[in-house]
Every structure is written in structure tokens, then in C-alpha cells.
């Protein structure tokens, strides 16, 4: 009973698919893309409607205030009135701006967050594109978002906007070699660069108790919170929301775009949010994988966005709590700390390996990890950076 | 019905054209950059191709070759916008015709 | 792999190339030669060569694009001027394409069809870079690190 409600998608997509039986290969390839395509969409852009009213209304309540309560039950509305409002907004294209840059630039962020979609498995038997190399894949996407958001900024022939893109370029780029360097110790201890691999490694339990997710091990647990940080940073959320921060550069990269445009780039954002935290999910935490055998009966998606909501939680706990910080706060933390970070866990990876993959290894590369983290915070010299601050001419 | 290798060497040929003739004609520097990564990624295809179409060998050779390419297609780009950008600090131009002095 | 797949696939490339060989704009120039290598890695996807395509995409586009167009931000004073156009490069490259198709056309063992292989792994690219290929991929590594001095080096600002 509960194998028919795990696979229910699966067989609802092969019955789907059993309408063309007996056409020729190619078509049934492509209705079988085209489902799994509609599939994704309709359930990310329902959660990314969800998301956008559920974010506000969290944030109404850690601010002490009740976000939006207008449209509909508890507000639950909203996104329809957002996009009604957004649709019938004129859309604006500057006098001088490269018409065609600027037209393609919202269409070219919101193809690359979705593409990066399709390479998450989520569920037992639920990748939507099983590809050999898809981690590869997700950071070649990814990687399009910079060209993207150079274009929007290009495109609008506006200071702001060329400003936005620059911060918000230098921010991609320093924080996208720490993101690729903390999944490698994954990469290597798995042996694959699929993400259906990389789940089936985190299947089983140590001593039938802890389930064998990356993150219970002492380079998975340093590589998954710089793999949070920096996907915090790669989709541009507070506190790295400097390439849009309103109160210097009105909206950065976005600040030519109007209606409809717009809310493709806000909608872009999102995505790129569900899909980080899927693949931060999908490589540290087990994926589709239940916490503890006896969970097992629940059906593997439901865990997934179970996992996906908790991530999507602390996105927007971390946006209610921490103020923005500086451009140059940002680059050191990404190329002084996170970057050296994130190479101690790829050899704390391999003593891990080495030493036995046990708690002989978990030790010892708890060690390296402690040594490298204590040698770093001495030679950043943080215990007089953190210190409370002394204001000699204030006060 | 498949294509042959002919048809990706075509391909690959008429990209390698298309580039040297970026190359050749245009006068920006930029431009020619371009065009020479262009004739770099058409001998990639090439290499591609050959290994499809051909006999199959442990290892890979062509896409090995064709790895190693885009690998020193990434540090040509990188040098060579490094010099577009401290040529163009000096001569305040991207225009090569005009790049006709040695010394500075 | 098919014919229409194929086919579809060489207009969106050669297209793109033309544009970013001729367009008069840089900026639309350099996006039709990111356009251009997206044709080219669905081309090696089209062989089954996934990882160069996903490795060429991770490259052409997020770093060398990336890298032009930021080049032709710090020179953007340069790029409304006309440089103007040699049209004796047209005839070479026309040349040069006619010369190629010819003897590509003449010789009869290029036209074959691919041969059944099984799907080139990930793994054993890896395993054939970790173990051939070890000291071409550690030089190419110390080459990269060269590169990057030396472009840092180039546009480094002399203090006055």
C-alpha cells in the first residue's frame, strides 16, 4: 500500500504515457520530457506563490506586526492579487536602453533557475532528468544567472542598474567557487557526480539508528553550512542582498524593469532559491530519504519537501534576523574564510575516507577541521574584529 | 535515418570559417578574440566527432583532447582580455590597426 | 541521434556564430557567442559526450562570456566607434570553407554512420584523468595558474 502511494506520480506519468503506446520513440521521449517539464513548474511555481505570501507573513511576525491578512482566508490570496497587479502594470523600457539585451535578460535568469530544476530527484524514482553528470549540470546553469544578470544591467543603460549588476556579479563569482568546492568532498566520497547516486550513498543507518546523511560527519556538517551560506549569497538573500539593497541602488539590476518583467526576475530569485536549498538537501541531508526507519512508510516526496519547507524556513528566519551587510564584509568572508573553508572539507573528506569512514575517521577529521577553523580565526585575527565595538568620537 | 561524420565535420568546418572570418575582417579586438575562440571550440567538435564515429578506445582520447582544449581556451581568454584591457589603457583604443608602435 | 535533431541544432550554431562574427554591436556580438556555444554543447550532447558539453557550457559561459562582456564594460569608451570591416577576411574565410567541404566531401571513409557504443561515463572520464592523463591534467593546471597570474598581473594598475 504504501509502494503504490510512494510511486503514485510514477505510475500516474506511465499512465499518462501509455495513451501514445506505440507511437515511435522520439515522440514518446518528448511527451515524457513535456510531463516531467509541466510537472515542475506546476508544483514550483504553486510553492513559489506559496512561498511568497508565507515569507511575508513570517516576516510580519518576527517584526511583531501581521504581514498581509487582506485577500482571502489568513491572506493566502495574495499572490493572485500580486499577479493581477503586476500583469496590468505598464511595462516600461527605457529610451536608451538596448531593447532586445533588456527584453532578454529576465527571459534568459528565469530559463537558467528553472533548468536547474530538473536534475533534483524528488522522490524514490522521481528525477525528472536523470543525467550522468547533473551536479555538472546544476553549476553550468547556474553559471548562466551571472551572464543574465550582466545583461539586465547592460540592457538598461542605467548607473544603478549597472552598479546592481557588478555587485551582484562579484558576489556570484566569489561565492560560486566556495558553493562548487564544498560539494566535492560529496562528489569524491560518493564516486559520482549524479544526484541519484549521491542519495542512494546517504540510504542507510549507522548502527540502525543515525542515518547515514553527509551532514552527521564532520566535513559534511562544516561543508553543509558553507554550502548554506553561500547559497544564501547566490540567490541574492539577506544578509547578501547588496546587489539589490533598496536603500543604496533602489532595486540594483532589476531597477529598470517594470510589470510583468519584474515579477520574472522576483520569480527567478525564488526558484533559485527552491533549487539550492533541493540540491543542499539532496547532497547533505539524504534527500528523499526518511530520518529514521520506522518513518520509511511515508511516501519519499513528502520528506523531500518535508526537508525543502525546514530549508525554506530558516532562508527566511535568517532574512527576518540579520541586517544587511557591507560589499567588502561580503568578499572577505567569501575569499579569506569560506574559500579556505571550504578546501579543508575536501581533505577532511579524504582522512575521513582514509581513516576507515568510522569513528576513527570521524575523529580525525574533526580534527583537521578544528585545526584549520582555530588556525584561520588567529590569522583573521577575529577575536579583535568581533570584540564590541568602541566608538572613540561618538557618544 | 542518422547524420554521418560528414555532416559534423560540415559543421564544424563552416564554424571554423565563420570565426577566422571574425578574425580577419573585423578590426576590434574584442572581435577577434572571439573569432579565435570560435576556431578553437570547431576543432573541439572535431575532436568529438572523430571519437563518436570512430574506434572506441579506453580511455576516451577525443574528449580527453577536447577537455584539455576548453581548459587552455579558458586561460587564452583570460590573457587575452588581460592585454585587450592594458592595451586599451594606453592606447585609449580596441581598434588593432591603430596598435602600430612598439614602444610606448 | 537524428537527422532533424542534427540539423536544427547546426542552424541555431552557425546562426548564432554569423551574428556574433558580424553584428555591429559588441555587446550582442559576445551574447550570440554565448548563444553559439550552448548550440555547440547540445552538438555534443547530441554524441553523447554529456560531461564536454556540461564542461563547456560551465566554462564558455560562466567564465569566458562573462569575461567578455566585462571587458567590454572597461572599454566601452572604444566600442560606439565603427572599425570598419575588411572584406578581404570574407573572401579567405569563403575560401578556406570551400577548401574544407571539398576534400571532407571527397573522402569517401567520412561518410559513415556512428557505430553502437555504450554510453561514455562520467567515471571513466575521471578514472582516464587520474590515471593517462595525470601529468597533462596537472599541467594544465599549473598553465591555468600561470594564466591567472599573468592576467592579474596585466591589468593590475600601476601606482603613480
Same mark, same amino acid.
Given at each position: 500500500?504504501?509502494?503504490?502511494?510512494?510511486?503514485?506520480?510514477?505510475?500516474?506519468?506511465?499512465?499518462?504515457?501509455?495513451?501514445?503506446?506505440?507511437?515511435?520513440?522520439?515522440?514518446?521521449?518528448?511527451?515524457?520530457?513535456?510531463?516531467?517539464?509541466?510537472?515542475?513548474?506546476?508544483?514550483?511555481?504553486?510553492?513559489?506563490? %506559496?512561498?511568497?505570501?508565507?515569507?511575508?507573513?513570517?516576516?510580519?511576525? &518576527?517584526?511583531?506586526?501581521?504581514?498581509?491578512?487582506?485577500?482571502?482566508?489568513?491572506?493566502?490570496?495574495? =499572490?493572485?492579487?500580486?499577479?493581477?497587479?503586476?500583469?496590468?502594470?505598464?511595462? &516600461?523600457?527605457?529610451?536608451?536602453?538596448?531593447?532586445?539585451?533588456?527584453?532578454?535578460?529576465?527571459? %534568459?535568469?528565469?530559463?537558467?533557475?528553472? +533548468?536547474? +530544476?530538473?536534475?533534483?530527484?524528488?522522490?524514490?524514482?522521481?528525477? =525528472?532528468?536523470?543525467?550522468?553528470?547533473?551536479?555538472?549540470?546544476?553549476?553550468?546553469?547556474?553559471?548562466?544567472?551571472? %551572464?543574465?544578470?550582466?545583461?539586465?544591467?547592460?540592457?538598461?543603460?542605467?548607473?544603478?542598474?549597472?552598479?546592481?549588476?557588478?555587485? *551582484?556579479?562579484?558576489?556570484?563569482?566569489?561565492?560560486?567557487?566556495?558553493?562548487?568546492?564544498?560539494? +566535492? =568532498?560529496?562528489?569524491?566520497?560518493?564516486?559520482?557526480?549524479?544526484?541519484?547516486?549521491?542519495?542512494?550513498?546517504?540510504?542507510?543507518?549507522?548502527?540502525?539508528?543515525? #542515518?547515514?546523511?553527509?551532514?552527521?560527519?564532520?566535513?559534511?556538517?562544516?561543508?553543509?553550512?558553507?554550502?548554506?551560506?553561500?547559497?544564501?549569497?547566490?540567490?541574492?538573500?539577506?544578509?547578501?542582498?547588496?546587489?539589490?539593497?533598496?536603500?543604496?541602488?533602489?532595486?540594483?539590476?532589476?531597477?529598470?524593469?517594470?510589470?510583468?518583467?519584474?515579477?520574472?526576475?522576483?520569480?527567478?530569485?525564488?526558484?533559485?532559491?527552491?533549487?539550492?536549498?533541493?540540491?543542499?538537501?539532496?547532497?547533505?541531508?539524504?534527500?528523499?530519504?526518511?530520518?529514521?526507519?520506522?518513518?520509511?512508510?511515508?511516501?519519499?516526496?513528502?520528506?523531500?519537501?518535508?526537508?525543502?519547507?525546514?530549508?525554506?524556513?530558516?532562508?527566511?528566519?535568517?532574512?527576518?534576523?540579520?541586517?544587511?551587510?557591507? !560589499?567588502?564584509?561580503?568578499? /572577505?568572508?567569501?575569499?579569506?574564510?569560506?574559500?579556505?573553508?571550504?578546501?579543508?572539507?575536501?581533505?577532511?573528506?579524504?582522512?575521513?575516507?582514509?581513516?576507515?569512514?568510522?569513528?576513527?575517521?570521524?575523529?580525525?577529521?574533526?580534527?583537521?577541521?578544528?585545526?584549520?577553523?582555530?588556525?584561520?580565526?588567529?590569522? +583573521?585575527?577575529?577575536?579583535?574584529?568581533?570584540?564590541?565595538?568602541?566608538?572613540?568620537?561618538?557618544? | 535515418?542518422? #547524420?554521418?561524420?560528414?555532416?559534423?565535420?560540415?559543421?564544424?568546418?563552416?564554424?571554423?570559417?565563420?570565426?577566422?572570418?571574425?578574425?580577419?575582417?573585423?578590426?576590434?579586438? !574584442?572581435?577577434?578574440?572571439?573569432?579565435?575562440?570560435?576556431?578553437?571550440?570547431?576543432? /573541439?567538435?572535431?575532436?568529438?566527432?572523430?571519437?563518436?564515429?570512430?574506434?572506441?578506445?579506453? #580511455?576516451?582520447?577525443?574528449?580527453?583532447?577536447?577537455?584539455?582544449?576548453?581548459?587552455?581556451?579558458?586561460?587564452?581568454?583570460?590573457?587575452?582580455?588581460?592585454?585587450?584591457?592594458?592595451?586599451?589603457?594606453?592606447?585609449?583604443?580596441?581598434?588593432?590597426?591603430?596598435?602600430?608602435?612598439?614602444?610606448? | 541521434?537524428?537527422?532533424?535533431?542534427?540539423?536544427?541544432?547546426?542552424?541555431?550554431?552557425?546562426?548564432?556564430?554569423?551574428? *556574433?562574427?558580424?553584428?555591429?554591436?559588441?555587446?550582442?556580438?559576445?551574447?550570440?557567442?554565448?548563444?553559439?556555444?550552448?548550440?555547440?554543447?547540445?552538438?555534443?550532447?547530441?554524441?553523447?559526450?554529456?560531461?564536454?558539453?556540461? *564542461?563547456?557550457?560551465?566554462?564558455?559561459?560562466?567564465?569566458?562570456?562573462?569575461? !567578455?562582456?566585462?571587458?567590454?564594460?572597461?572599454?566601452?569608451?572604444?566600442?560606439?566607434?565603427?572599425?570598419?570591416?575588411?572584406?578581404?577576411?570574407?573572401?579567405?574565410?569563403?575560401?578556406?570553407?570551400?577548401?574544407?567541404?571539398?576534400? !571532407?566531401?571527397?573522402?569517401?571513409?567520412?561518410?559513415?554512420?556512428? #557505430?553502437?557504443?555504450?554510453?561514455?561515463?562520467?567515471?571513466?572520464?575521471?578514472?582516464?584523468?587520474?590515471?593517462?592523463?595525470?601529468?597533462?591534467?596537472?599541467?594544465?593546471?599549473?598553465?591555468?595558474?600561470?594564466?591567472?597570474?599573468?592576467?592579474?598581473?596585466?591589468?593590475?594598475?600601476?601606482?603613480?
Amino acid at each position: 500500500m504504501s509502494k503504490s502511494i510512494d510511486q503514485i506520480f510514477v505510475s500516474a506519468k506511465h499512465w499518462l504515457l501509455s495513451w501514445l503506446a506505440g507511437s515511435p520513440d522520439w515522440l514518446i521521449q518528448i511527451a515524457s520530457s513535456l510531463v516531467n517539464i509541466f510537472a515542475l513548474l506546476a508544483v514550483f511555481l504553486t510553492l513559489f506563490a %506559496l512561498m511568497s505570501v508565507l515569507e511575508r507573513k513570517i516576516l510580519g511576525r &518576527i517584526q511583531n506586526r501581521y504581514g498581509p491578512n487582506r485577500v482571502g482566508p489568513f491572506g493566502l490570496f495574495q =499572490p493572485v492579487a500580486d499577479g493581477i497587479k503586476m500583469l496590468i502594470k505598464e511595462d &516600461i523600457v527605457p529610451a536608451r536602453a538596448d531593447k532586445s539585451v533588456h527584453f532578454l535578460a529576465p527571459i %534568459l535568469i528565469a530559463a537558467a533557475a528553472i +533548468l536547474a +530544476l530538473g536534475v533534483i530527484p524528488y522522490g524514490r524514482n522521481m528525477t =525528472p532528468f536523470g543525467i550522468d553528470g547533473g551536479i555538472l549540470f546544476f553549476f553550468a546553469v547556474g553559471s548562466t544567472t551571472e %551572464l543574465a544578470v550582466f545583461m539586465a544591467g547592460w540592457g538598461s543603460n542605467n548607473k544603478f542598474s549597472m552598479l546592481g549588476a557588478m555587485r *551582484a556579479i562579484a558576489q556570484m563569482f566569489s561565492y560560486e567557487l566556495p558553493l562548487f568546492v564544498t560539494v +566535492l =568532498p560529496i562528489v569524491m566520497v560518493v564516486g559520482s557526480l549524479s544526484p541519484d547516486r549521491i542519495v542512494a550513498a546517504q540510504a542507510e543507518y549507522t548502527y540502525g539508528l543515525v #542515518p547515514r546523511w553527509f551532514v552527521f560527519t564532520p566535513w559534511g556538517a562544516a561543508a553543509f553550512i558553507l554550502f548554506f551560506v553561500a547559497g544564501l549569497a547566490e540567490s541574492n538573500r539577506t544578509p547578501f542582498d547588496v546587489p539589490e539593497g533598496e536603500s543604496e541602488i533602489v532595486a540594483g539590476h532589476m531597477t529598470e524593469y517594470s510589470g510583468f518583467k519584474y515579477a520574472t526576475f522576483f520569480m527567478a530569485e525564488y526558484i533559485g532559491m527552491f533549487a539550492i536549498s533541493g540540491l543542499g538537501l539532496t547532497l547533505f541531508l539524504g534527500g528523499w530519504h526518511a530520518p529514521a526507519r520506522v518513518l520509511e512508510f511515508l511516501p519519499s516526496y513528502l520528506w523531500f519537501f518535508g526537508k525543502l519547507s525546514v530549508l525554506l524556513m530558516v532562508y527566511v528566519w535568517v532574512r527576518g534576523t540579520l541586517p544587511r551587510t557591507r !560589499i567588502d564584509q561580503i568578499m /572577505n568572508l567569501a575569499w579569506k574564510f569560506m574559500v579556505p573553508m571550504a578546501f579543508t572539507c575536501v581533505i577532511a573528506a579524504a582522512v575521513w575516507h582514509y581513516a576507515g569512514r568510522g569513528l576513527r575517521g570521524w575523529l580525525w577529521s574533526l580534527i583537521v577541521i578544528a585545526s584549520v577553523y582555530t588556525l584561520l580565526s588567529i590569522v +583573521l585575527d577575529t577575536r579583535r574584529k568581533f570584540a564590541p565595538r568602541v566608538y572613540r568620537f561618538a557618544e | 535515418m542518422t #547524420p554521418t561524420l560528414q555532416g559534423f565535420l560540415i559543421a564544424s568546418a563552416a564554424l571554423f570559417s565563420i570565426g577566422l572570418l571574425a578574425a580577419l575582417s573585423r578590426r576590434h579586438a !574584442i572581435f577577434i578574440l572571439i573569432g579565435i575562440e570560435m576556431m578553437l571550440a570547431a576543432a /573541439n567538435l572535431n575532436f568529438i566527432a572523430f571519437w563518436r564515429f570512430g574506434q572506441q578506445h579506453q #580511455p576516451p582520447v577525443g574528449v580527453m583532447i577536447a577537455l584539455f582544449s576548453i581548459a587552455i581556451a579558458a586561460a587564452e581568454a583570460a590573457v587575452g582580455l588581460a592585454i585587450v584591457i592594458a592595451v586599451y589603457r594606453h592606447y585609449r583604443s580596441t581598434n588593432v590597426d591603430e596598435f602600430n608602435q612598439l614602444r610606448g | 541521434m537524428n537527422t532533424g535533431a542534427f540539423i536544427a541544432i547546426a542552424i541555431v550554431t552557425l546562426s548564432a556564430a554569423m551574428a *556574433a562574427a558580424t553584428l555591429r554591436k559588441l555587446m550582442h556580438a559576445a551574447l550570440s557567442f554565448a548563444l553559439a556555444i550552448v548550440g555547440l554543447a547540445a552538438f555534443f550532447f547530441l554524441v553523447g559526450a554529456e560531461f564536454v558539453g556540461l *564542461a563547456l557550457v560551465f566554462i564558455y559561459i560562466g567564465a569566458v562570456a562573462v569575461l !567578455i562582456v566585462f571587458t567590454i564594460l572597461l572599454t566601452r569608451r572604444d566600442v560606439e566607434k565603427d572599425h570598419g570591416f575588411k572584406w578581404g577576411g570574407v573572401v579567405i574565410a569563403a575560401a578556406v570553407f570551400a577548401g574544407l567541404t571539398w576534400s !571532407i566531401l571527397k573522402t569517401q571513409s567520412t561518410a559513415i554512420v556512428a #557505430p553502437q557504443i555504450r554510453a561514455l561515463t562520467v567515471k571513466q572520464i575521471g578514472q582516464a584523468l587520474m590515471t593517462t592523463y595525470v601529468w597533462p591534467m596537472q599541467c594544465v593546471g599549473l598553465l591555468l595558474t600561470a594564466a591567472l597570474i599573468g592576467a592579474l598581473l596585466l591589468v593590475i594598475e600601476e601606482k603613480p
